[in-house]
């Protein structure tokens, strides 16, 4: 069996120190039980090992021996105001962390710092048309207490919940430390969501406070965000006031009863604001999941147990260092942006980059010329992403100097083995290792992920879970197989408090599958002798062909796999005979010919990696793939198009035009 993508195995480059070494030594060995198409095992070298933030296996040891004595030590990596009573009080499906404690997650991210690194950089900001802006961790510091102080003259009150609309300028990142501050609830909307989007957010939180811009800046053209929230606004919602960040300087109308520029308000806020005391268990934020059919569901995150998974796996998985410019191309709309873009990193004291604009504009180098200008040292983006560059071809990655680049992390959907080479070999130029990160919005922060100088590094496999972190390969049943569904076993401190304001779909979606507490993914997983986890992708993402069994991931990296295609998707249509059919959506790379008989060859080389039983019914070329602007593939808009049905919502796409151009090419294959 063909064992499909997750993530990675690299090599680091200049070890911190004057003399360059290769971060990592590839071993090639036989391949561990589990069946997989690469044999190749990477591994860091003793330099790397040595300069590594965890650098020996006690944190795993001291984990096992007492969780909650492991999570209570590592819990004072935060700095608290009270320090807690009670590490863990867990009544399944609910868990509290940390009762007792008191902290604050903008004091954690900005206060702490002050003393020795105050003149640091905390954020780099690039806009898409060049515009730079440098911001000291003082200078943040302060505005974020100054916008404290506007949000409590609007009247804006600890619990209140406030909507953040906001492109990814450094007002994004004050908007969220200073609803934190204050302790409001903030639930930030991703700029791409339509207005109704909007608005179902905003009603379904209970926001009286609205907080965007003028507008955005998007391939050189401008995006009107005030006009996407004076739509959503229209109809009746909590809202009473909104602020507006001038952004792009577009002239937009003002509700004087309601609107407010940030600039004005901002000129005439008192610089002082203490954080508010919180206590653990108080809600942070909500954020609320999409690309999805069905109403989004709003999860709840709490303040401390949150910031501490954050916080920690960043320092574990990335080997943050005081010298690291962070890059995260993620936008704060989403898990990731919030984990790995402002709380993780801020709190650990990082330089943080930020970058507003698309990966191809002016140019397809645009990524590439700011690791080399900026000198970012650790990126992390999505294979979705990697493989578009790889479409694009090496050319707009060669002539760049990427030197700086010590380490790269892939998260979002798995990436095949080809793309996994290609990000360590043309980007990592064979110096950095790369960490495959899995985990949801639901878990708050990364659950399985290479530690660099401890794992081995096998491609096609996200590895081990972190310290703390209990995961099973389990049947329906919920008894342990080597292959079956992914489940974690015990409570985690980042884990979702709930679903906001429907407690019976908490319940039901992640706590029903079995009946011992254990959180059900959503994910299919099997695990090798080594104890490493192979992610098979959605159990929702499996075609059953005349009673067999097939990951859309398999049988997507089976395709990739072939020289000439550069992305691939693959969805399941009737068949009266087989009961479900293959069809695949492929984009080629472009300096392949796609040539009469590619589709032949393709459906032969599937064939070859996995079996005559996953031979695709029907490839389509299309020139690419329905994608949201954080590089997930939305599949189901390909089904509906492939079941001839309405076409679902699309504003959570990076180019809603290429449903319809696939609609069109589909028709006429």
Same mark, same amino acid.
């Given at each position: 069996?063909?064992?499909?993508?997750?993530?990675?195995?690299?090599?680091?480059?200049?070890?911190?120190?004057?003399?360059? %070494?290769?971060?990592?030594?590839?071993?090639?060995?036989?391949?561990?039980?589990?069946? @997989?198409? *690469?044999?190749?095992?990477?591994?860091?070298?003793?330099?790397?090992?040595?300069?590594?933030?965890?650098?020996?296996?006690?944190?795993?040891?001291?984990?096992?021996?007492?969780?909650?004595?492991?999570?209570? &030590?590592?819990?004072?990596?935060?700095?608290?105001?009270?320090? $807690?009573?009670?590490?863990?009080? $867990?009544?399944?499906?609910?868990?509290? $962390?940390?009762?007792?404690?008191?902290?604050?997650?903008?004091?954690?991210?900005?206060?702490?710092?002050?003393?020795?690194?105050?003149?640091?950089?905390?954020?780099?900001?690039?806009?898409?048309?060049?515009?730079?802006?440098?911001?000291?961790?003082?200078?943040?510091?302060?505005?974020?207490?100054?916008?404290?102080?506007? %949000?409590?003259?609007?009247?804006?009150? &600890?619990?209140?919940?406030?909507?953040?609309?906001?492109?990814?300028?450094?007002?994004?990142?004050?908007?969220?430390?200073?609803?934190?501050?204050?302790?409001?609830?903030?639930?930030?909307?991703?700029?791409?969501?339509?207005?109704?989007?909007?608005?179902?957010?905003?009603?379904?939180?209970?926001?009286?406070?609205?907080? +965007?811009?003028?507008?955005?800046?998007?391939?050189?053209?401008?995006?009107?965000? =005030?006009?996407?929230?004076?739509?959503?606004?229209?109809?009746? +919602?909590?809202?009473? =006031?909104?602020?507006?960040?001038?952004?792009?300087?577009?002239?937009?109308?003002?509700?004087?009863?309601?609107?407010?520029?940030?600039?004005?308000?901002?000129?005439?806020?008192?610089?002082?604001?203490?954080?508010?005391?919180?206590?653990?268990?108080?809600?942070?934020?909500?954020?609320?999941?999409?690309? +999805?059919?069905? =109403?989004? =569901?709003?999860?709840?995150?709490?303040?401390?147990?949150?910031?501490?998974?954050?916080?920690?796996?960043?320092?574990?998985?990335?080997?943050?260092?005081?010298?690291?410019?962070?890059?995260?191309? !993620?936008?704060?709309?989403?898990?990731?942006?919030?984990?790995?873009?402002?709380?993780?990193?801020?709190?650990?004291?990082? @330089?943080?980059?930020?970058?507003?604009?698309?990966?191809?504009?002016?140019?397809?180098?645009?990524?590439?010329?700011?690791?080399?200008?900026?000198?970012?040292?650790?990126?992390?983006?999505?294979?979705? !992403?990697?493989?578009?560059?790889?479409?694009?071809?090496?050319?707009?990655?060669?002539?760049?100097?990427?030197?700086?680049?010590?380490?790269?992390?892939?998260?979002?959907?798995?990436?095949?083995?080809?793309?996994?080479?290609?990000?360590?070999?043309?980007?990592?130029?064979?110096?950095?290792?790369?960490?495959?990160? $899995?985990?949801?919005?639901?878990?708050?922060?990364?659950?399985?992920?290479?530690?660099?100088?401890?794992?081995?590094?096998?491609?096609?496999?996200?590895?081990?879970?972190?310290?703390?972190?209990?995961?099973?390969?389990?049947?329906? &049943?919920?008894?342990?197989?080597?292959?079956?569904?992914?489940?974690?076993? +015990?409570?985690?401190?980042?884990?979702?408090?709930?679903?906001?304001?429907?407690?019976?779909?908490?319940?039901?979606?992640?706590?029903?599958?079995?009946?011992?507490?254990?959180?059900?993914?959503?994910?299919?997983?099997?695990?090798?002798?080594?104890?490493?986890?192979?992610?098979?992708?959605?159990?929702?993402?499996?075609?059953?062909?005349?009673?067999?069994?097939?990951?859309?991931?398999?049988?997507?990296?089976?395709?990739?796999?072939?020289?000439?295609?550069?992305?691939?998707?693959?969805?399941?249509?009737?068949?009266?005979?087989?009961?479900?059919?293959?069809?695949?959506?492929?984009?080629?790379?472009?300096?392949?010919?796609?040539?009469?008989?590619?589709?032949?060859?393709?459906?032969?080389?599937?064939?070859?990696?996995?079996?005559?039983?996953?031979?695709?019914?029907?490839?389509?070329?299309?020139?690419?793939?329905?994608?949201?602007?954080?590089?997930?593939?939305?599949?189901?808009?390909?089904?509906?198009?492939?079941?001839?049905?309405?076409?679902?919502?699309?504003?959570? %796409? *990076?180019?809603?035009?290429?449903?319809?151009?696939?609609?069109?090419?589909?028709?006429?294959?």
């Amino acid at each position: 069996m063909f064992v499909s993508w997750s993530h990675f195995s690299c090599s680091l480059k200049k070890a911190l120190s004057s003399s360059f %070494l290769p971060a990592l030594v590839i071993f090639v060995c036989p391949a561990a039980s589990h069946a @997989t198409d *690469s044999s190749t095992v990477y591994q860091v070298n003793e330099n790397f090992r040595q300069n590594a933030n965890v650098q020996d296996l006690s944190l795993f040891e001291e984990a096992k021996k007492d969780r909650e004595f492991f999570w209570s &030590k590592q819990a004072h990596n935060l700095d608290w105001f009270q320090p $807690w009573d009670t590490v863990l009080e $867990w009544d399944p499906p609910y868990a509290k $962390w940390f009762l007792g404690g008191k902290l604050n997650a903008s004091y954690n991210c900005l206060d702490r710092h002050l003393n020795e690194s105050a003149s640091k950089i905390a954020l780099l900001w690039e806009g898409e048309r060049g515009e730079e802006r440098s911001i000291s961790y003082d200078q943040l510091f302060n505005e974020v207490c100054k916008f404290s102080n506007v %949000l409590k003259n609007l009247g804006v009150k &600890k619990g209140d919940k406030v909507a953040i609309y906001l492109p990814m300028i450094p007002e994004a990142v004050v908007a969220m430390l200073s609803c934190s501050r204050i302790g409001a609830v903030h639930t930030v909307v991703f700029a791409g969501f339509s207005s109704d989007s909007l608005k179902d957010r905003i009603i379904d939180a209970g926001a009286k406070f609205l907080i +965007t811009a003028d507008g955005s800046f998007r391939k050189g053209k401008i995006v009107s965000l =005030k006009e996407m929230a004076d739509l959503a606004l229209a109809s009746p +919602t909590p809202v009473e =006031k909104v602020v507006v960040v001038k952004h792009t300087e577009v002239p937009v109308p003002m509700n004087e009863e309601r609107d407010f520029w940030y600039d004005t308000l901002m000129a005439d806020a008192k610089e002082e604001c203490p954080p508010e005391s919180m206590d653990a268990e108080d809600e942070l934020f909500i954020l609320y999941t999409s690309g +999805t059919t069905g =109403k989004p =569901k709003g999860i709840v995150h709490s303040t401390g147990g949150y910031l501490l998974g954050a916080t920690m796996s960043l320092r574990w998985v990335f080997d943050i260092k005081p010298a690291d410019i962070y890059w995260c191309t !993620a936008d704060v709309g989403w898990i990731t942006g919030h984990s790995y873009v402002v709380y993780g990193p801020l709190s650990n004291g990082a @330089t943080v980059l930020l970058y507003e604009g698309a990966p191809d504009h002016p140019e397809r180098d645009r990524f590439w010329r700011l690791i080399e200008k900026y000198g970012v040292t650790i990126l992390y983006t999505a294979p979705t !992403a990697i493989r578009t560059f790889m479409k694009w071809g090496e050319q707009w990655v060669k002539d760049h100097d990427l030197s700086s680049l010590r380490l790269l992390g892939s998260v979002g959907e798995p990436i095949n083995p080809e793309a996994w080479e290609w990000y360590y070999t043309h980007i990592g130029r064979k110096n950095c290792p790369v960490v495959d990160t $899995w985990w949801q919005t639901e878990t708050g922060s990364i659950m399985i992920a290479p530690i660099p100088a401890l794992h081995p590094l096998k491609p096609g496999s996200a590895t081990k879970p972190l310290p703390g972190v209990d995961v099973a390969i389990v049947d329906e &049943k919920g008894d342990s197989q080597t292959s079956g569904f992914l489940a974690i076993t +015990t409570p985690w401190p980042s884990m979702l408090r709930g679903v906001h304001n429907d407690p019976v779909r908490y319940q039901s979606t992640y706590w029903k599958k079995w009946d011992k507490g254990y959180y059900f993914t959503g994910d299919g997983a099997s695990i090798d002798n080594d104890g490493y986890v192979w992610l098979s992708g959605r159990i929702d993402d499996v075609i059953n062909v005349s009673g067999h069994r097939l990951g859309t991931m398999e049988l997507e990296s089976a395709l990739v796999d072939h020289k000439a295609v550069a992305e691939a998707a693959v969805i399941a249509i009737s068949h009266e005979i087989k009961g479900q059919a293959i069809v695949a959506f492929v984009s080629v790379k472009e300096d392949v010919f796609n040539h009469p008989g590619l589709e032949d060859e393709l459906k032969q080389h599937v064939v070859k990696k996995i079996g005559a039983i996953a031979r695709p019914e029907r490839i389509i070329f299309i020139c690419e793939l329905p994608k949201t602007r954080s590089g997930k593939i939305m599949r189901r808009l390909l089904r509906d198009v492939a079941e001839g049905r309405v076409i679902g919502d699309t504003t959570t %796409l *990076s180019d809603p035009s290429v449903i319809e151009e696939i609609k069109l090419k589909y028709q006429e294959d």
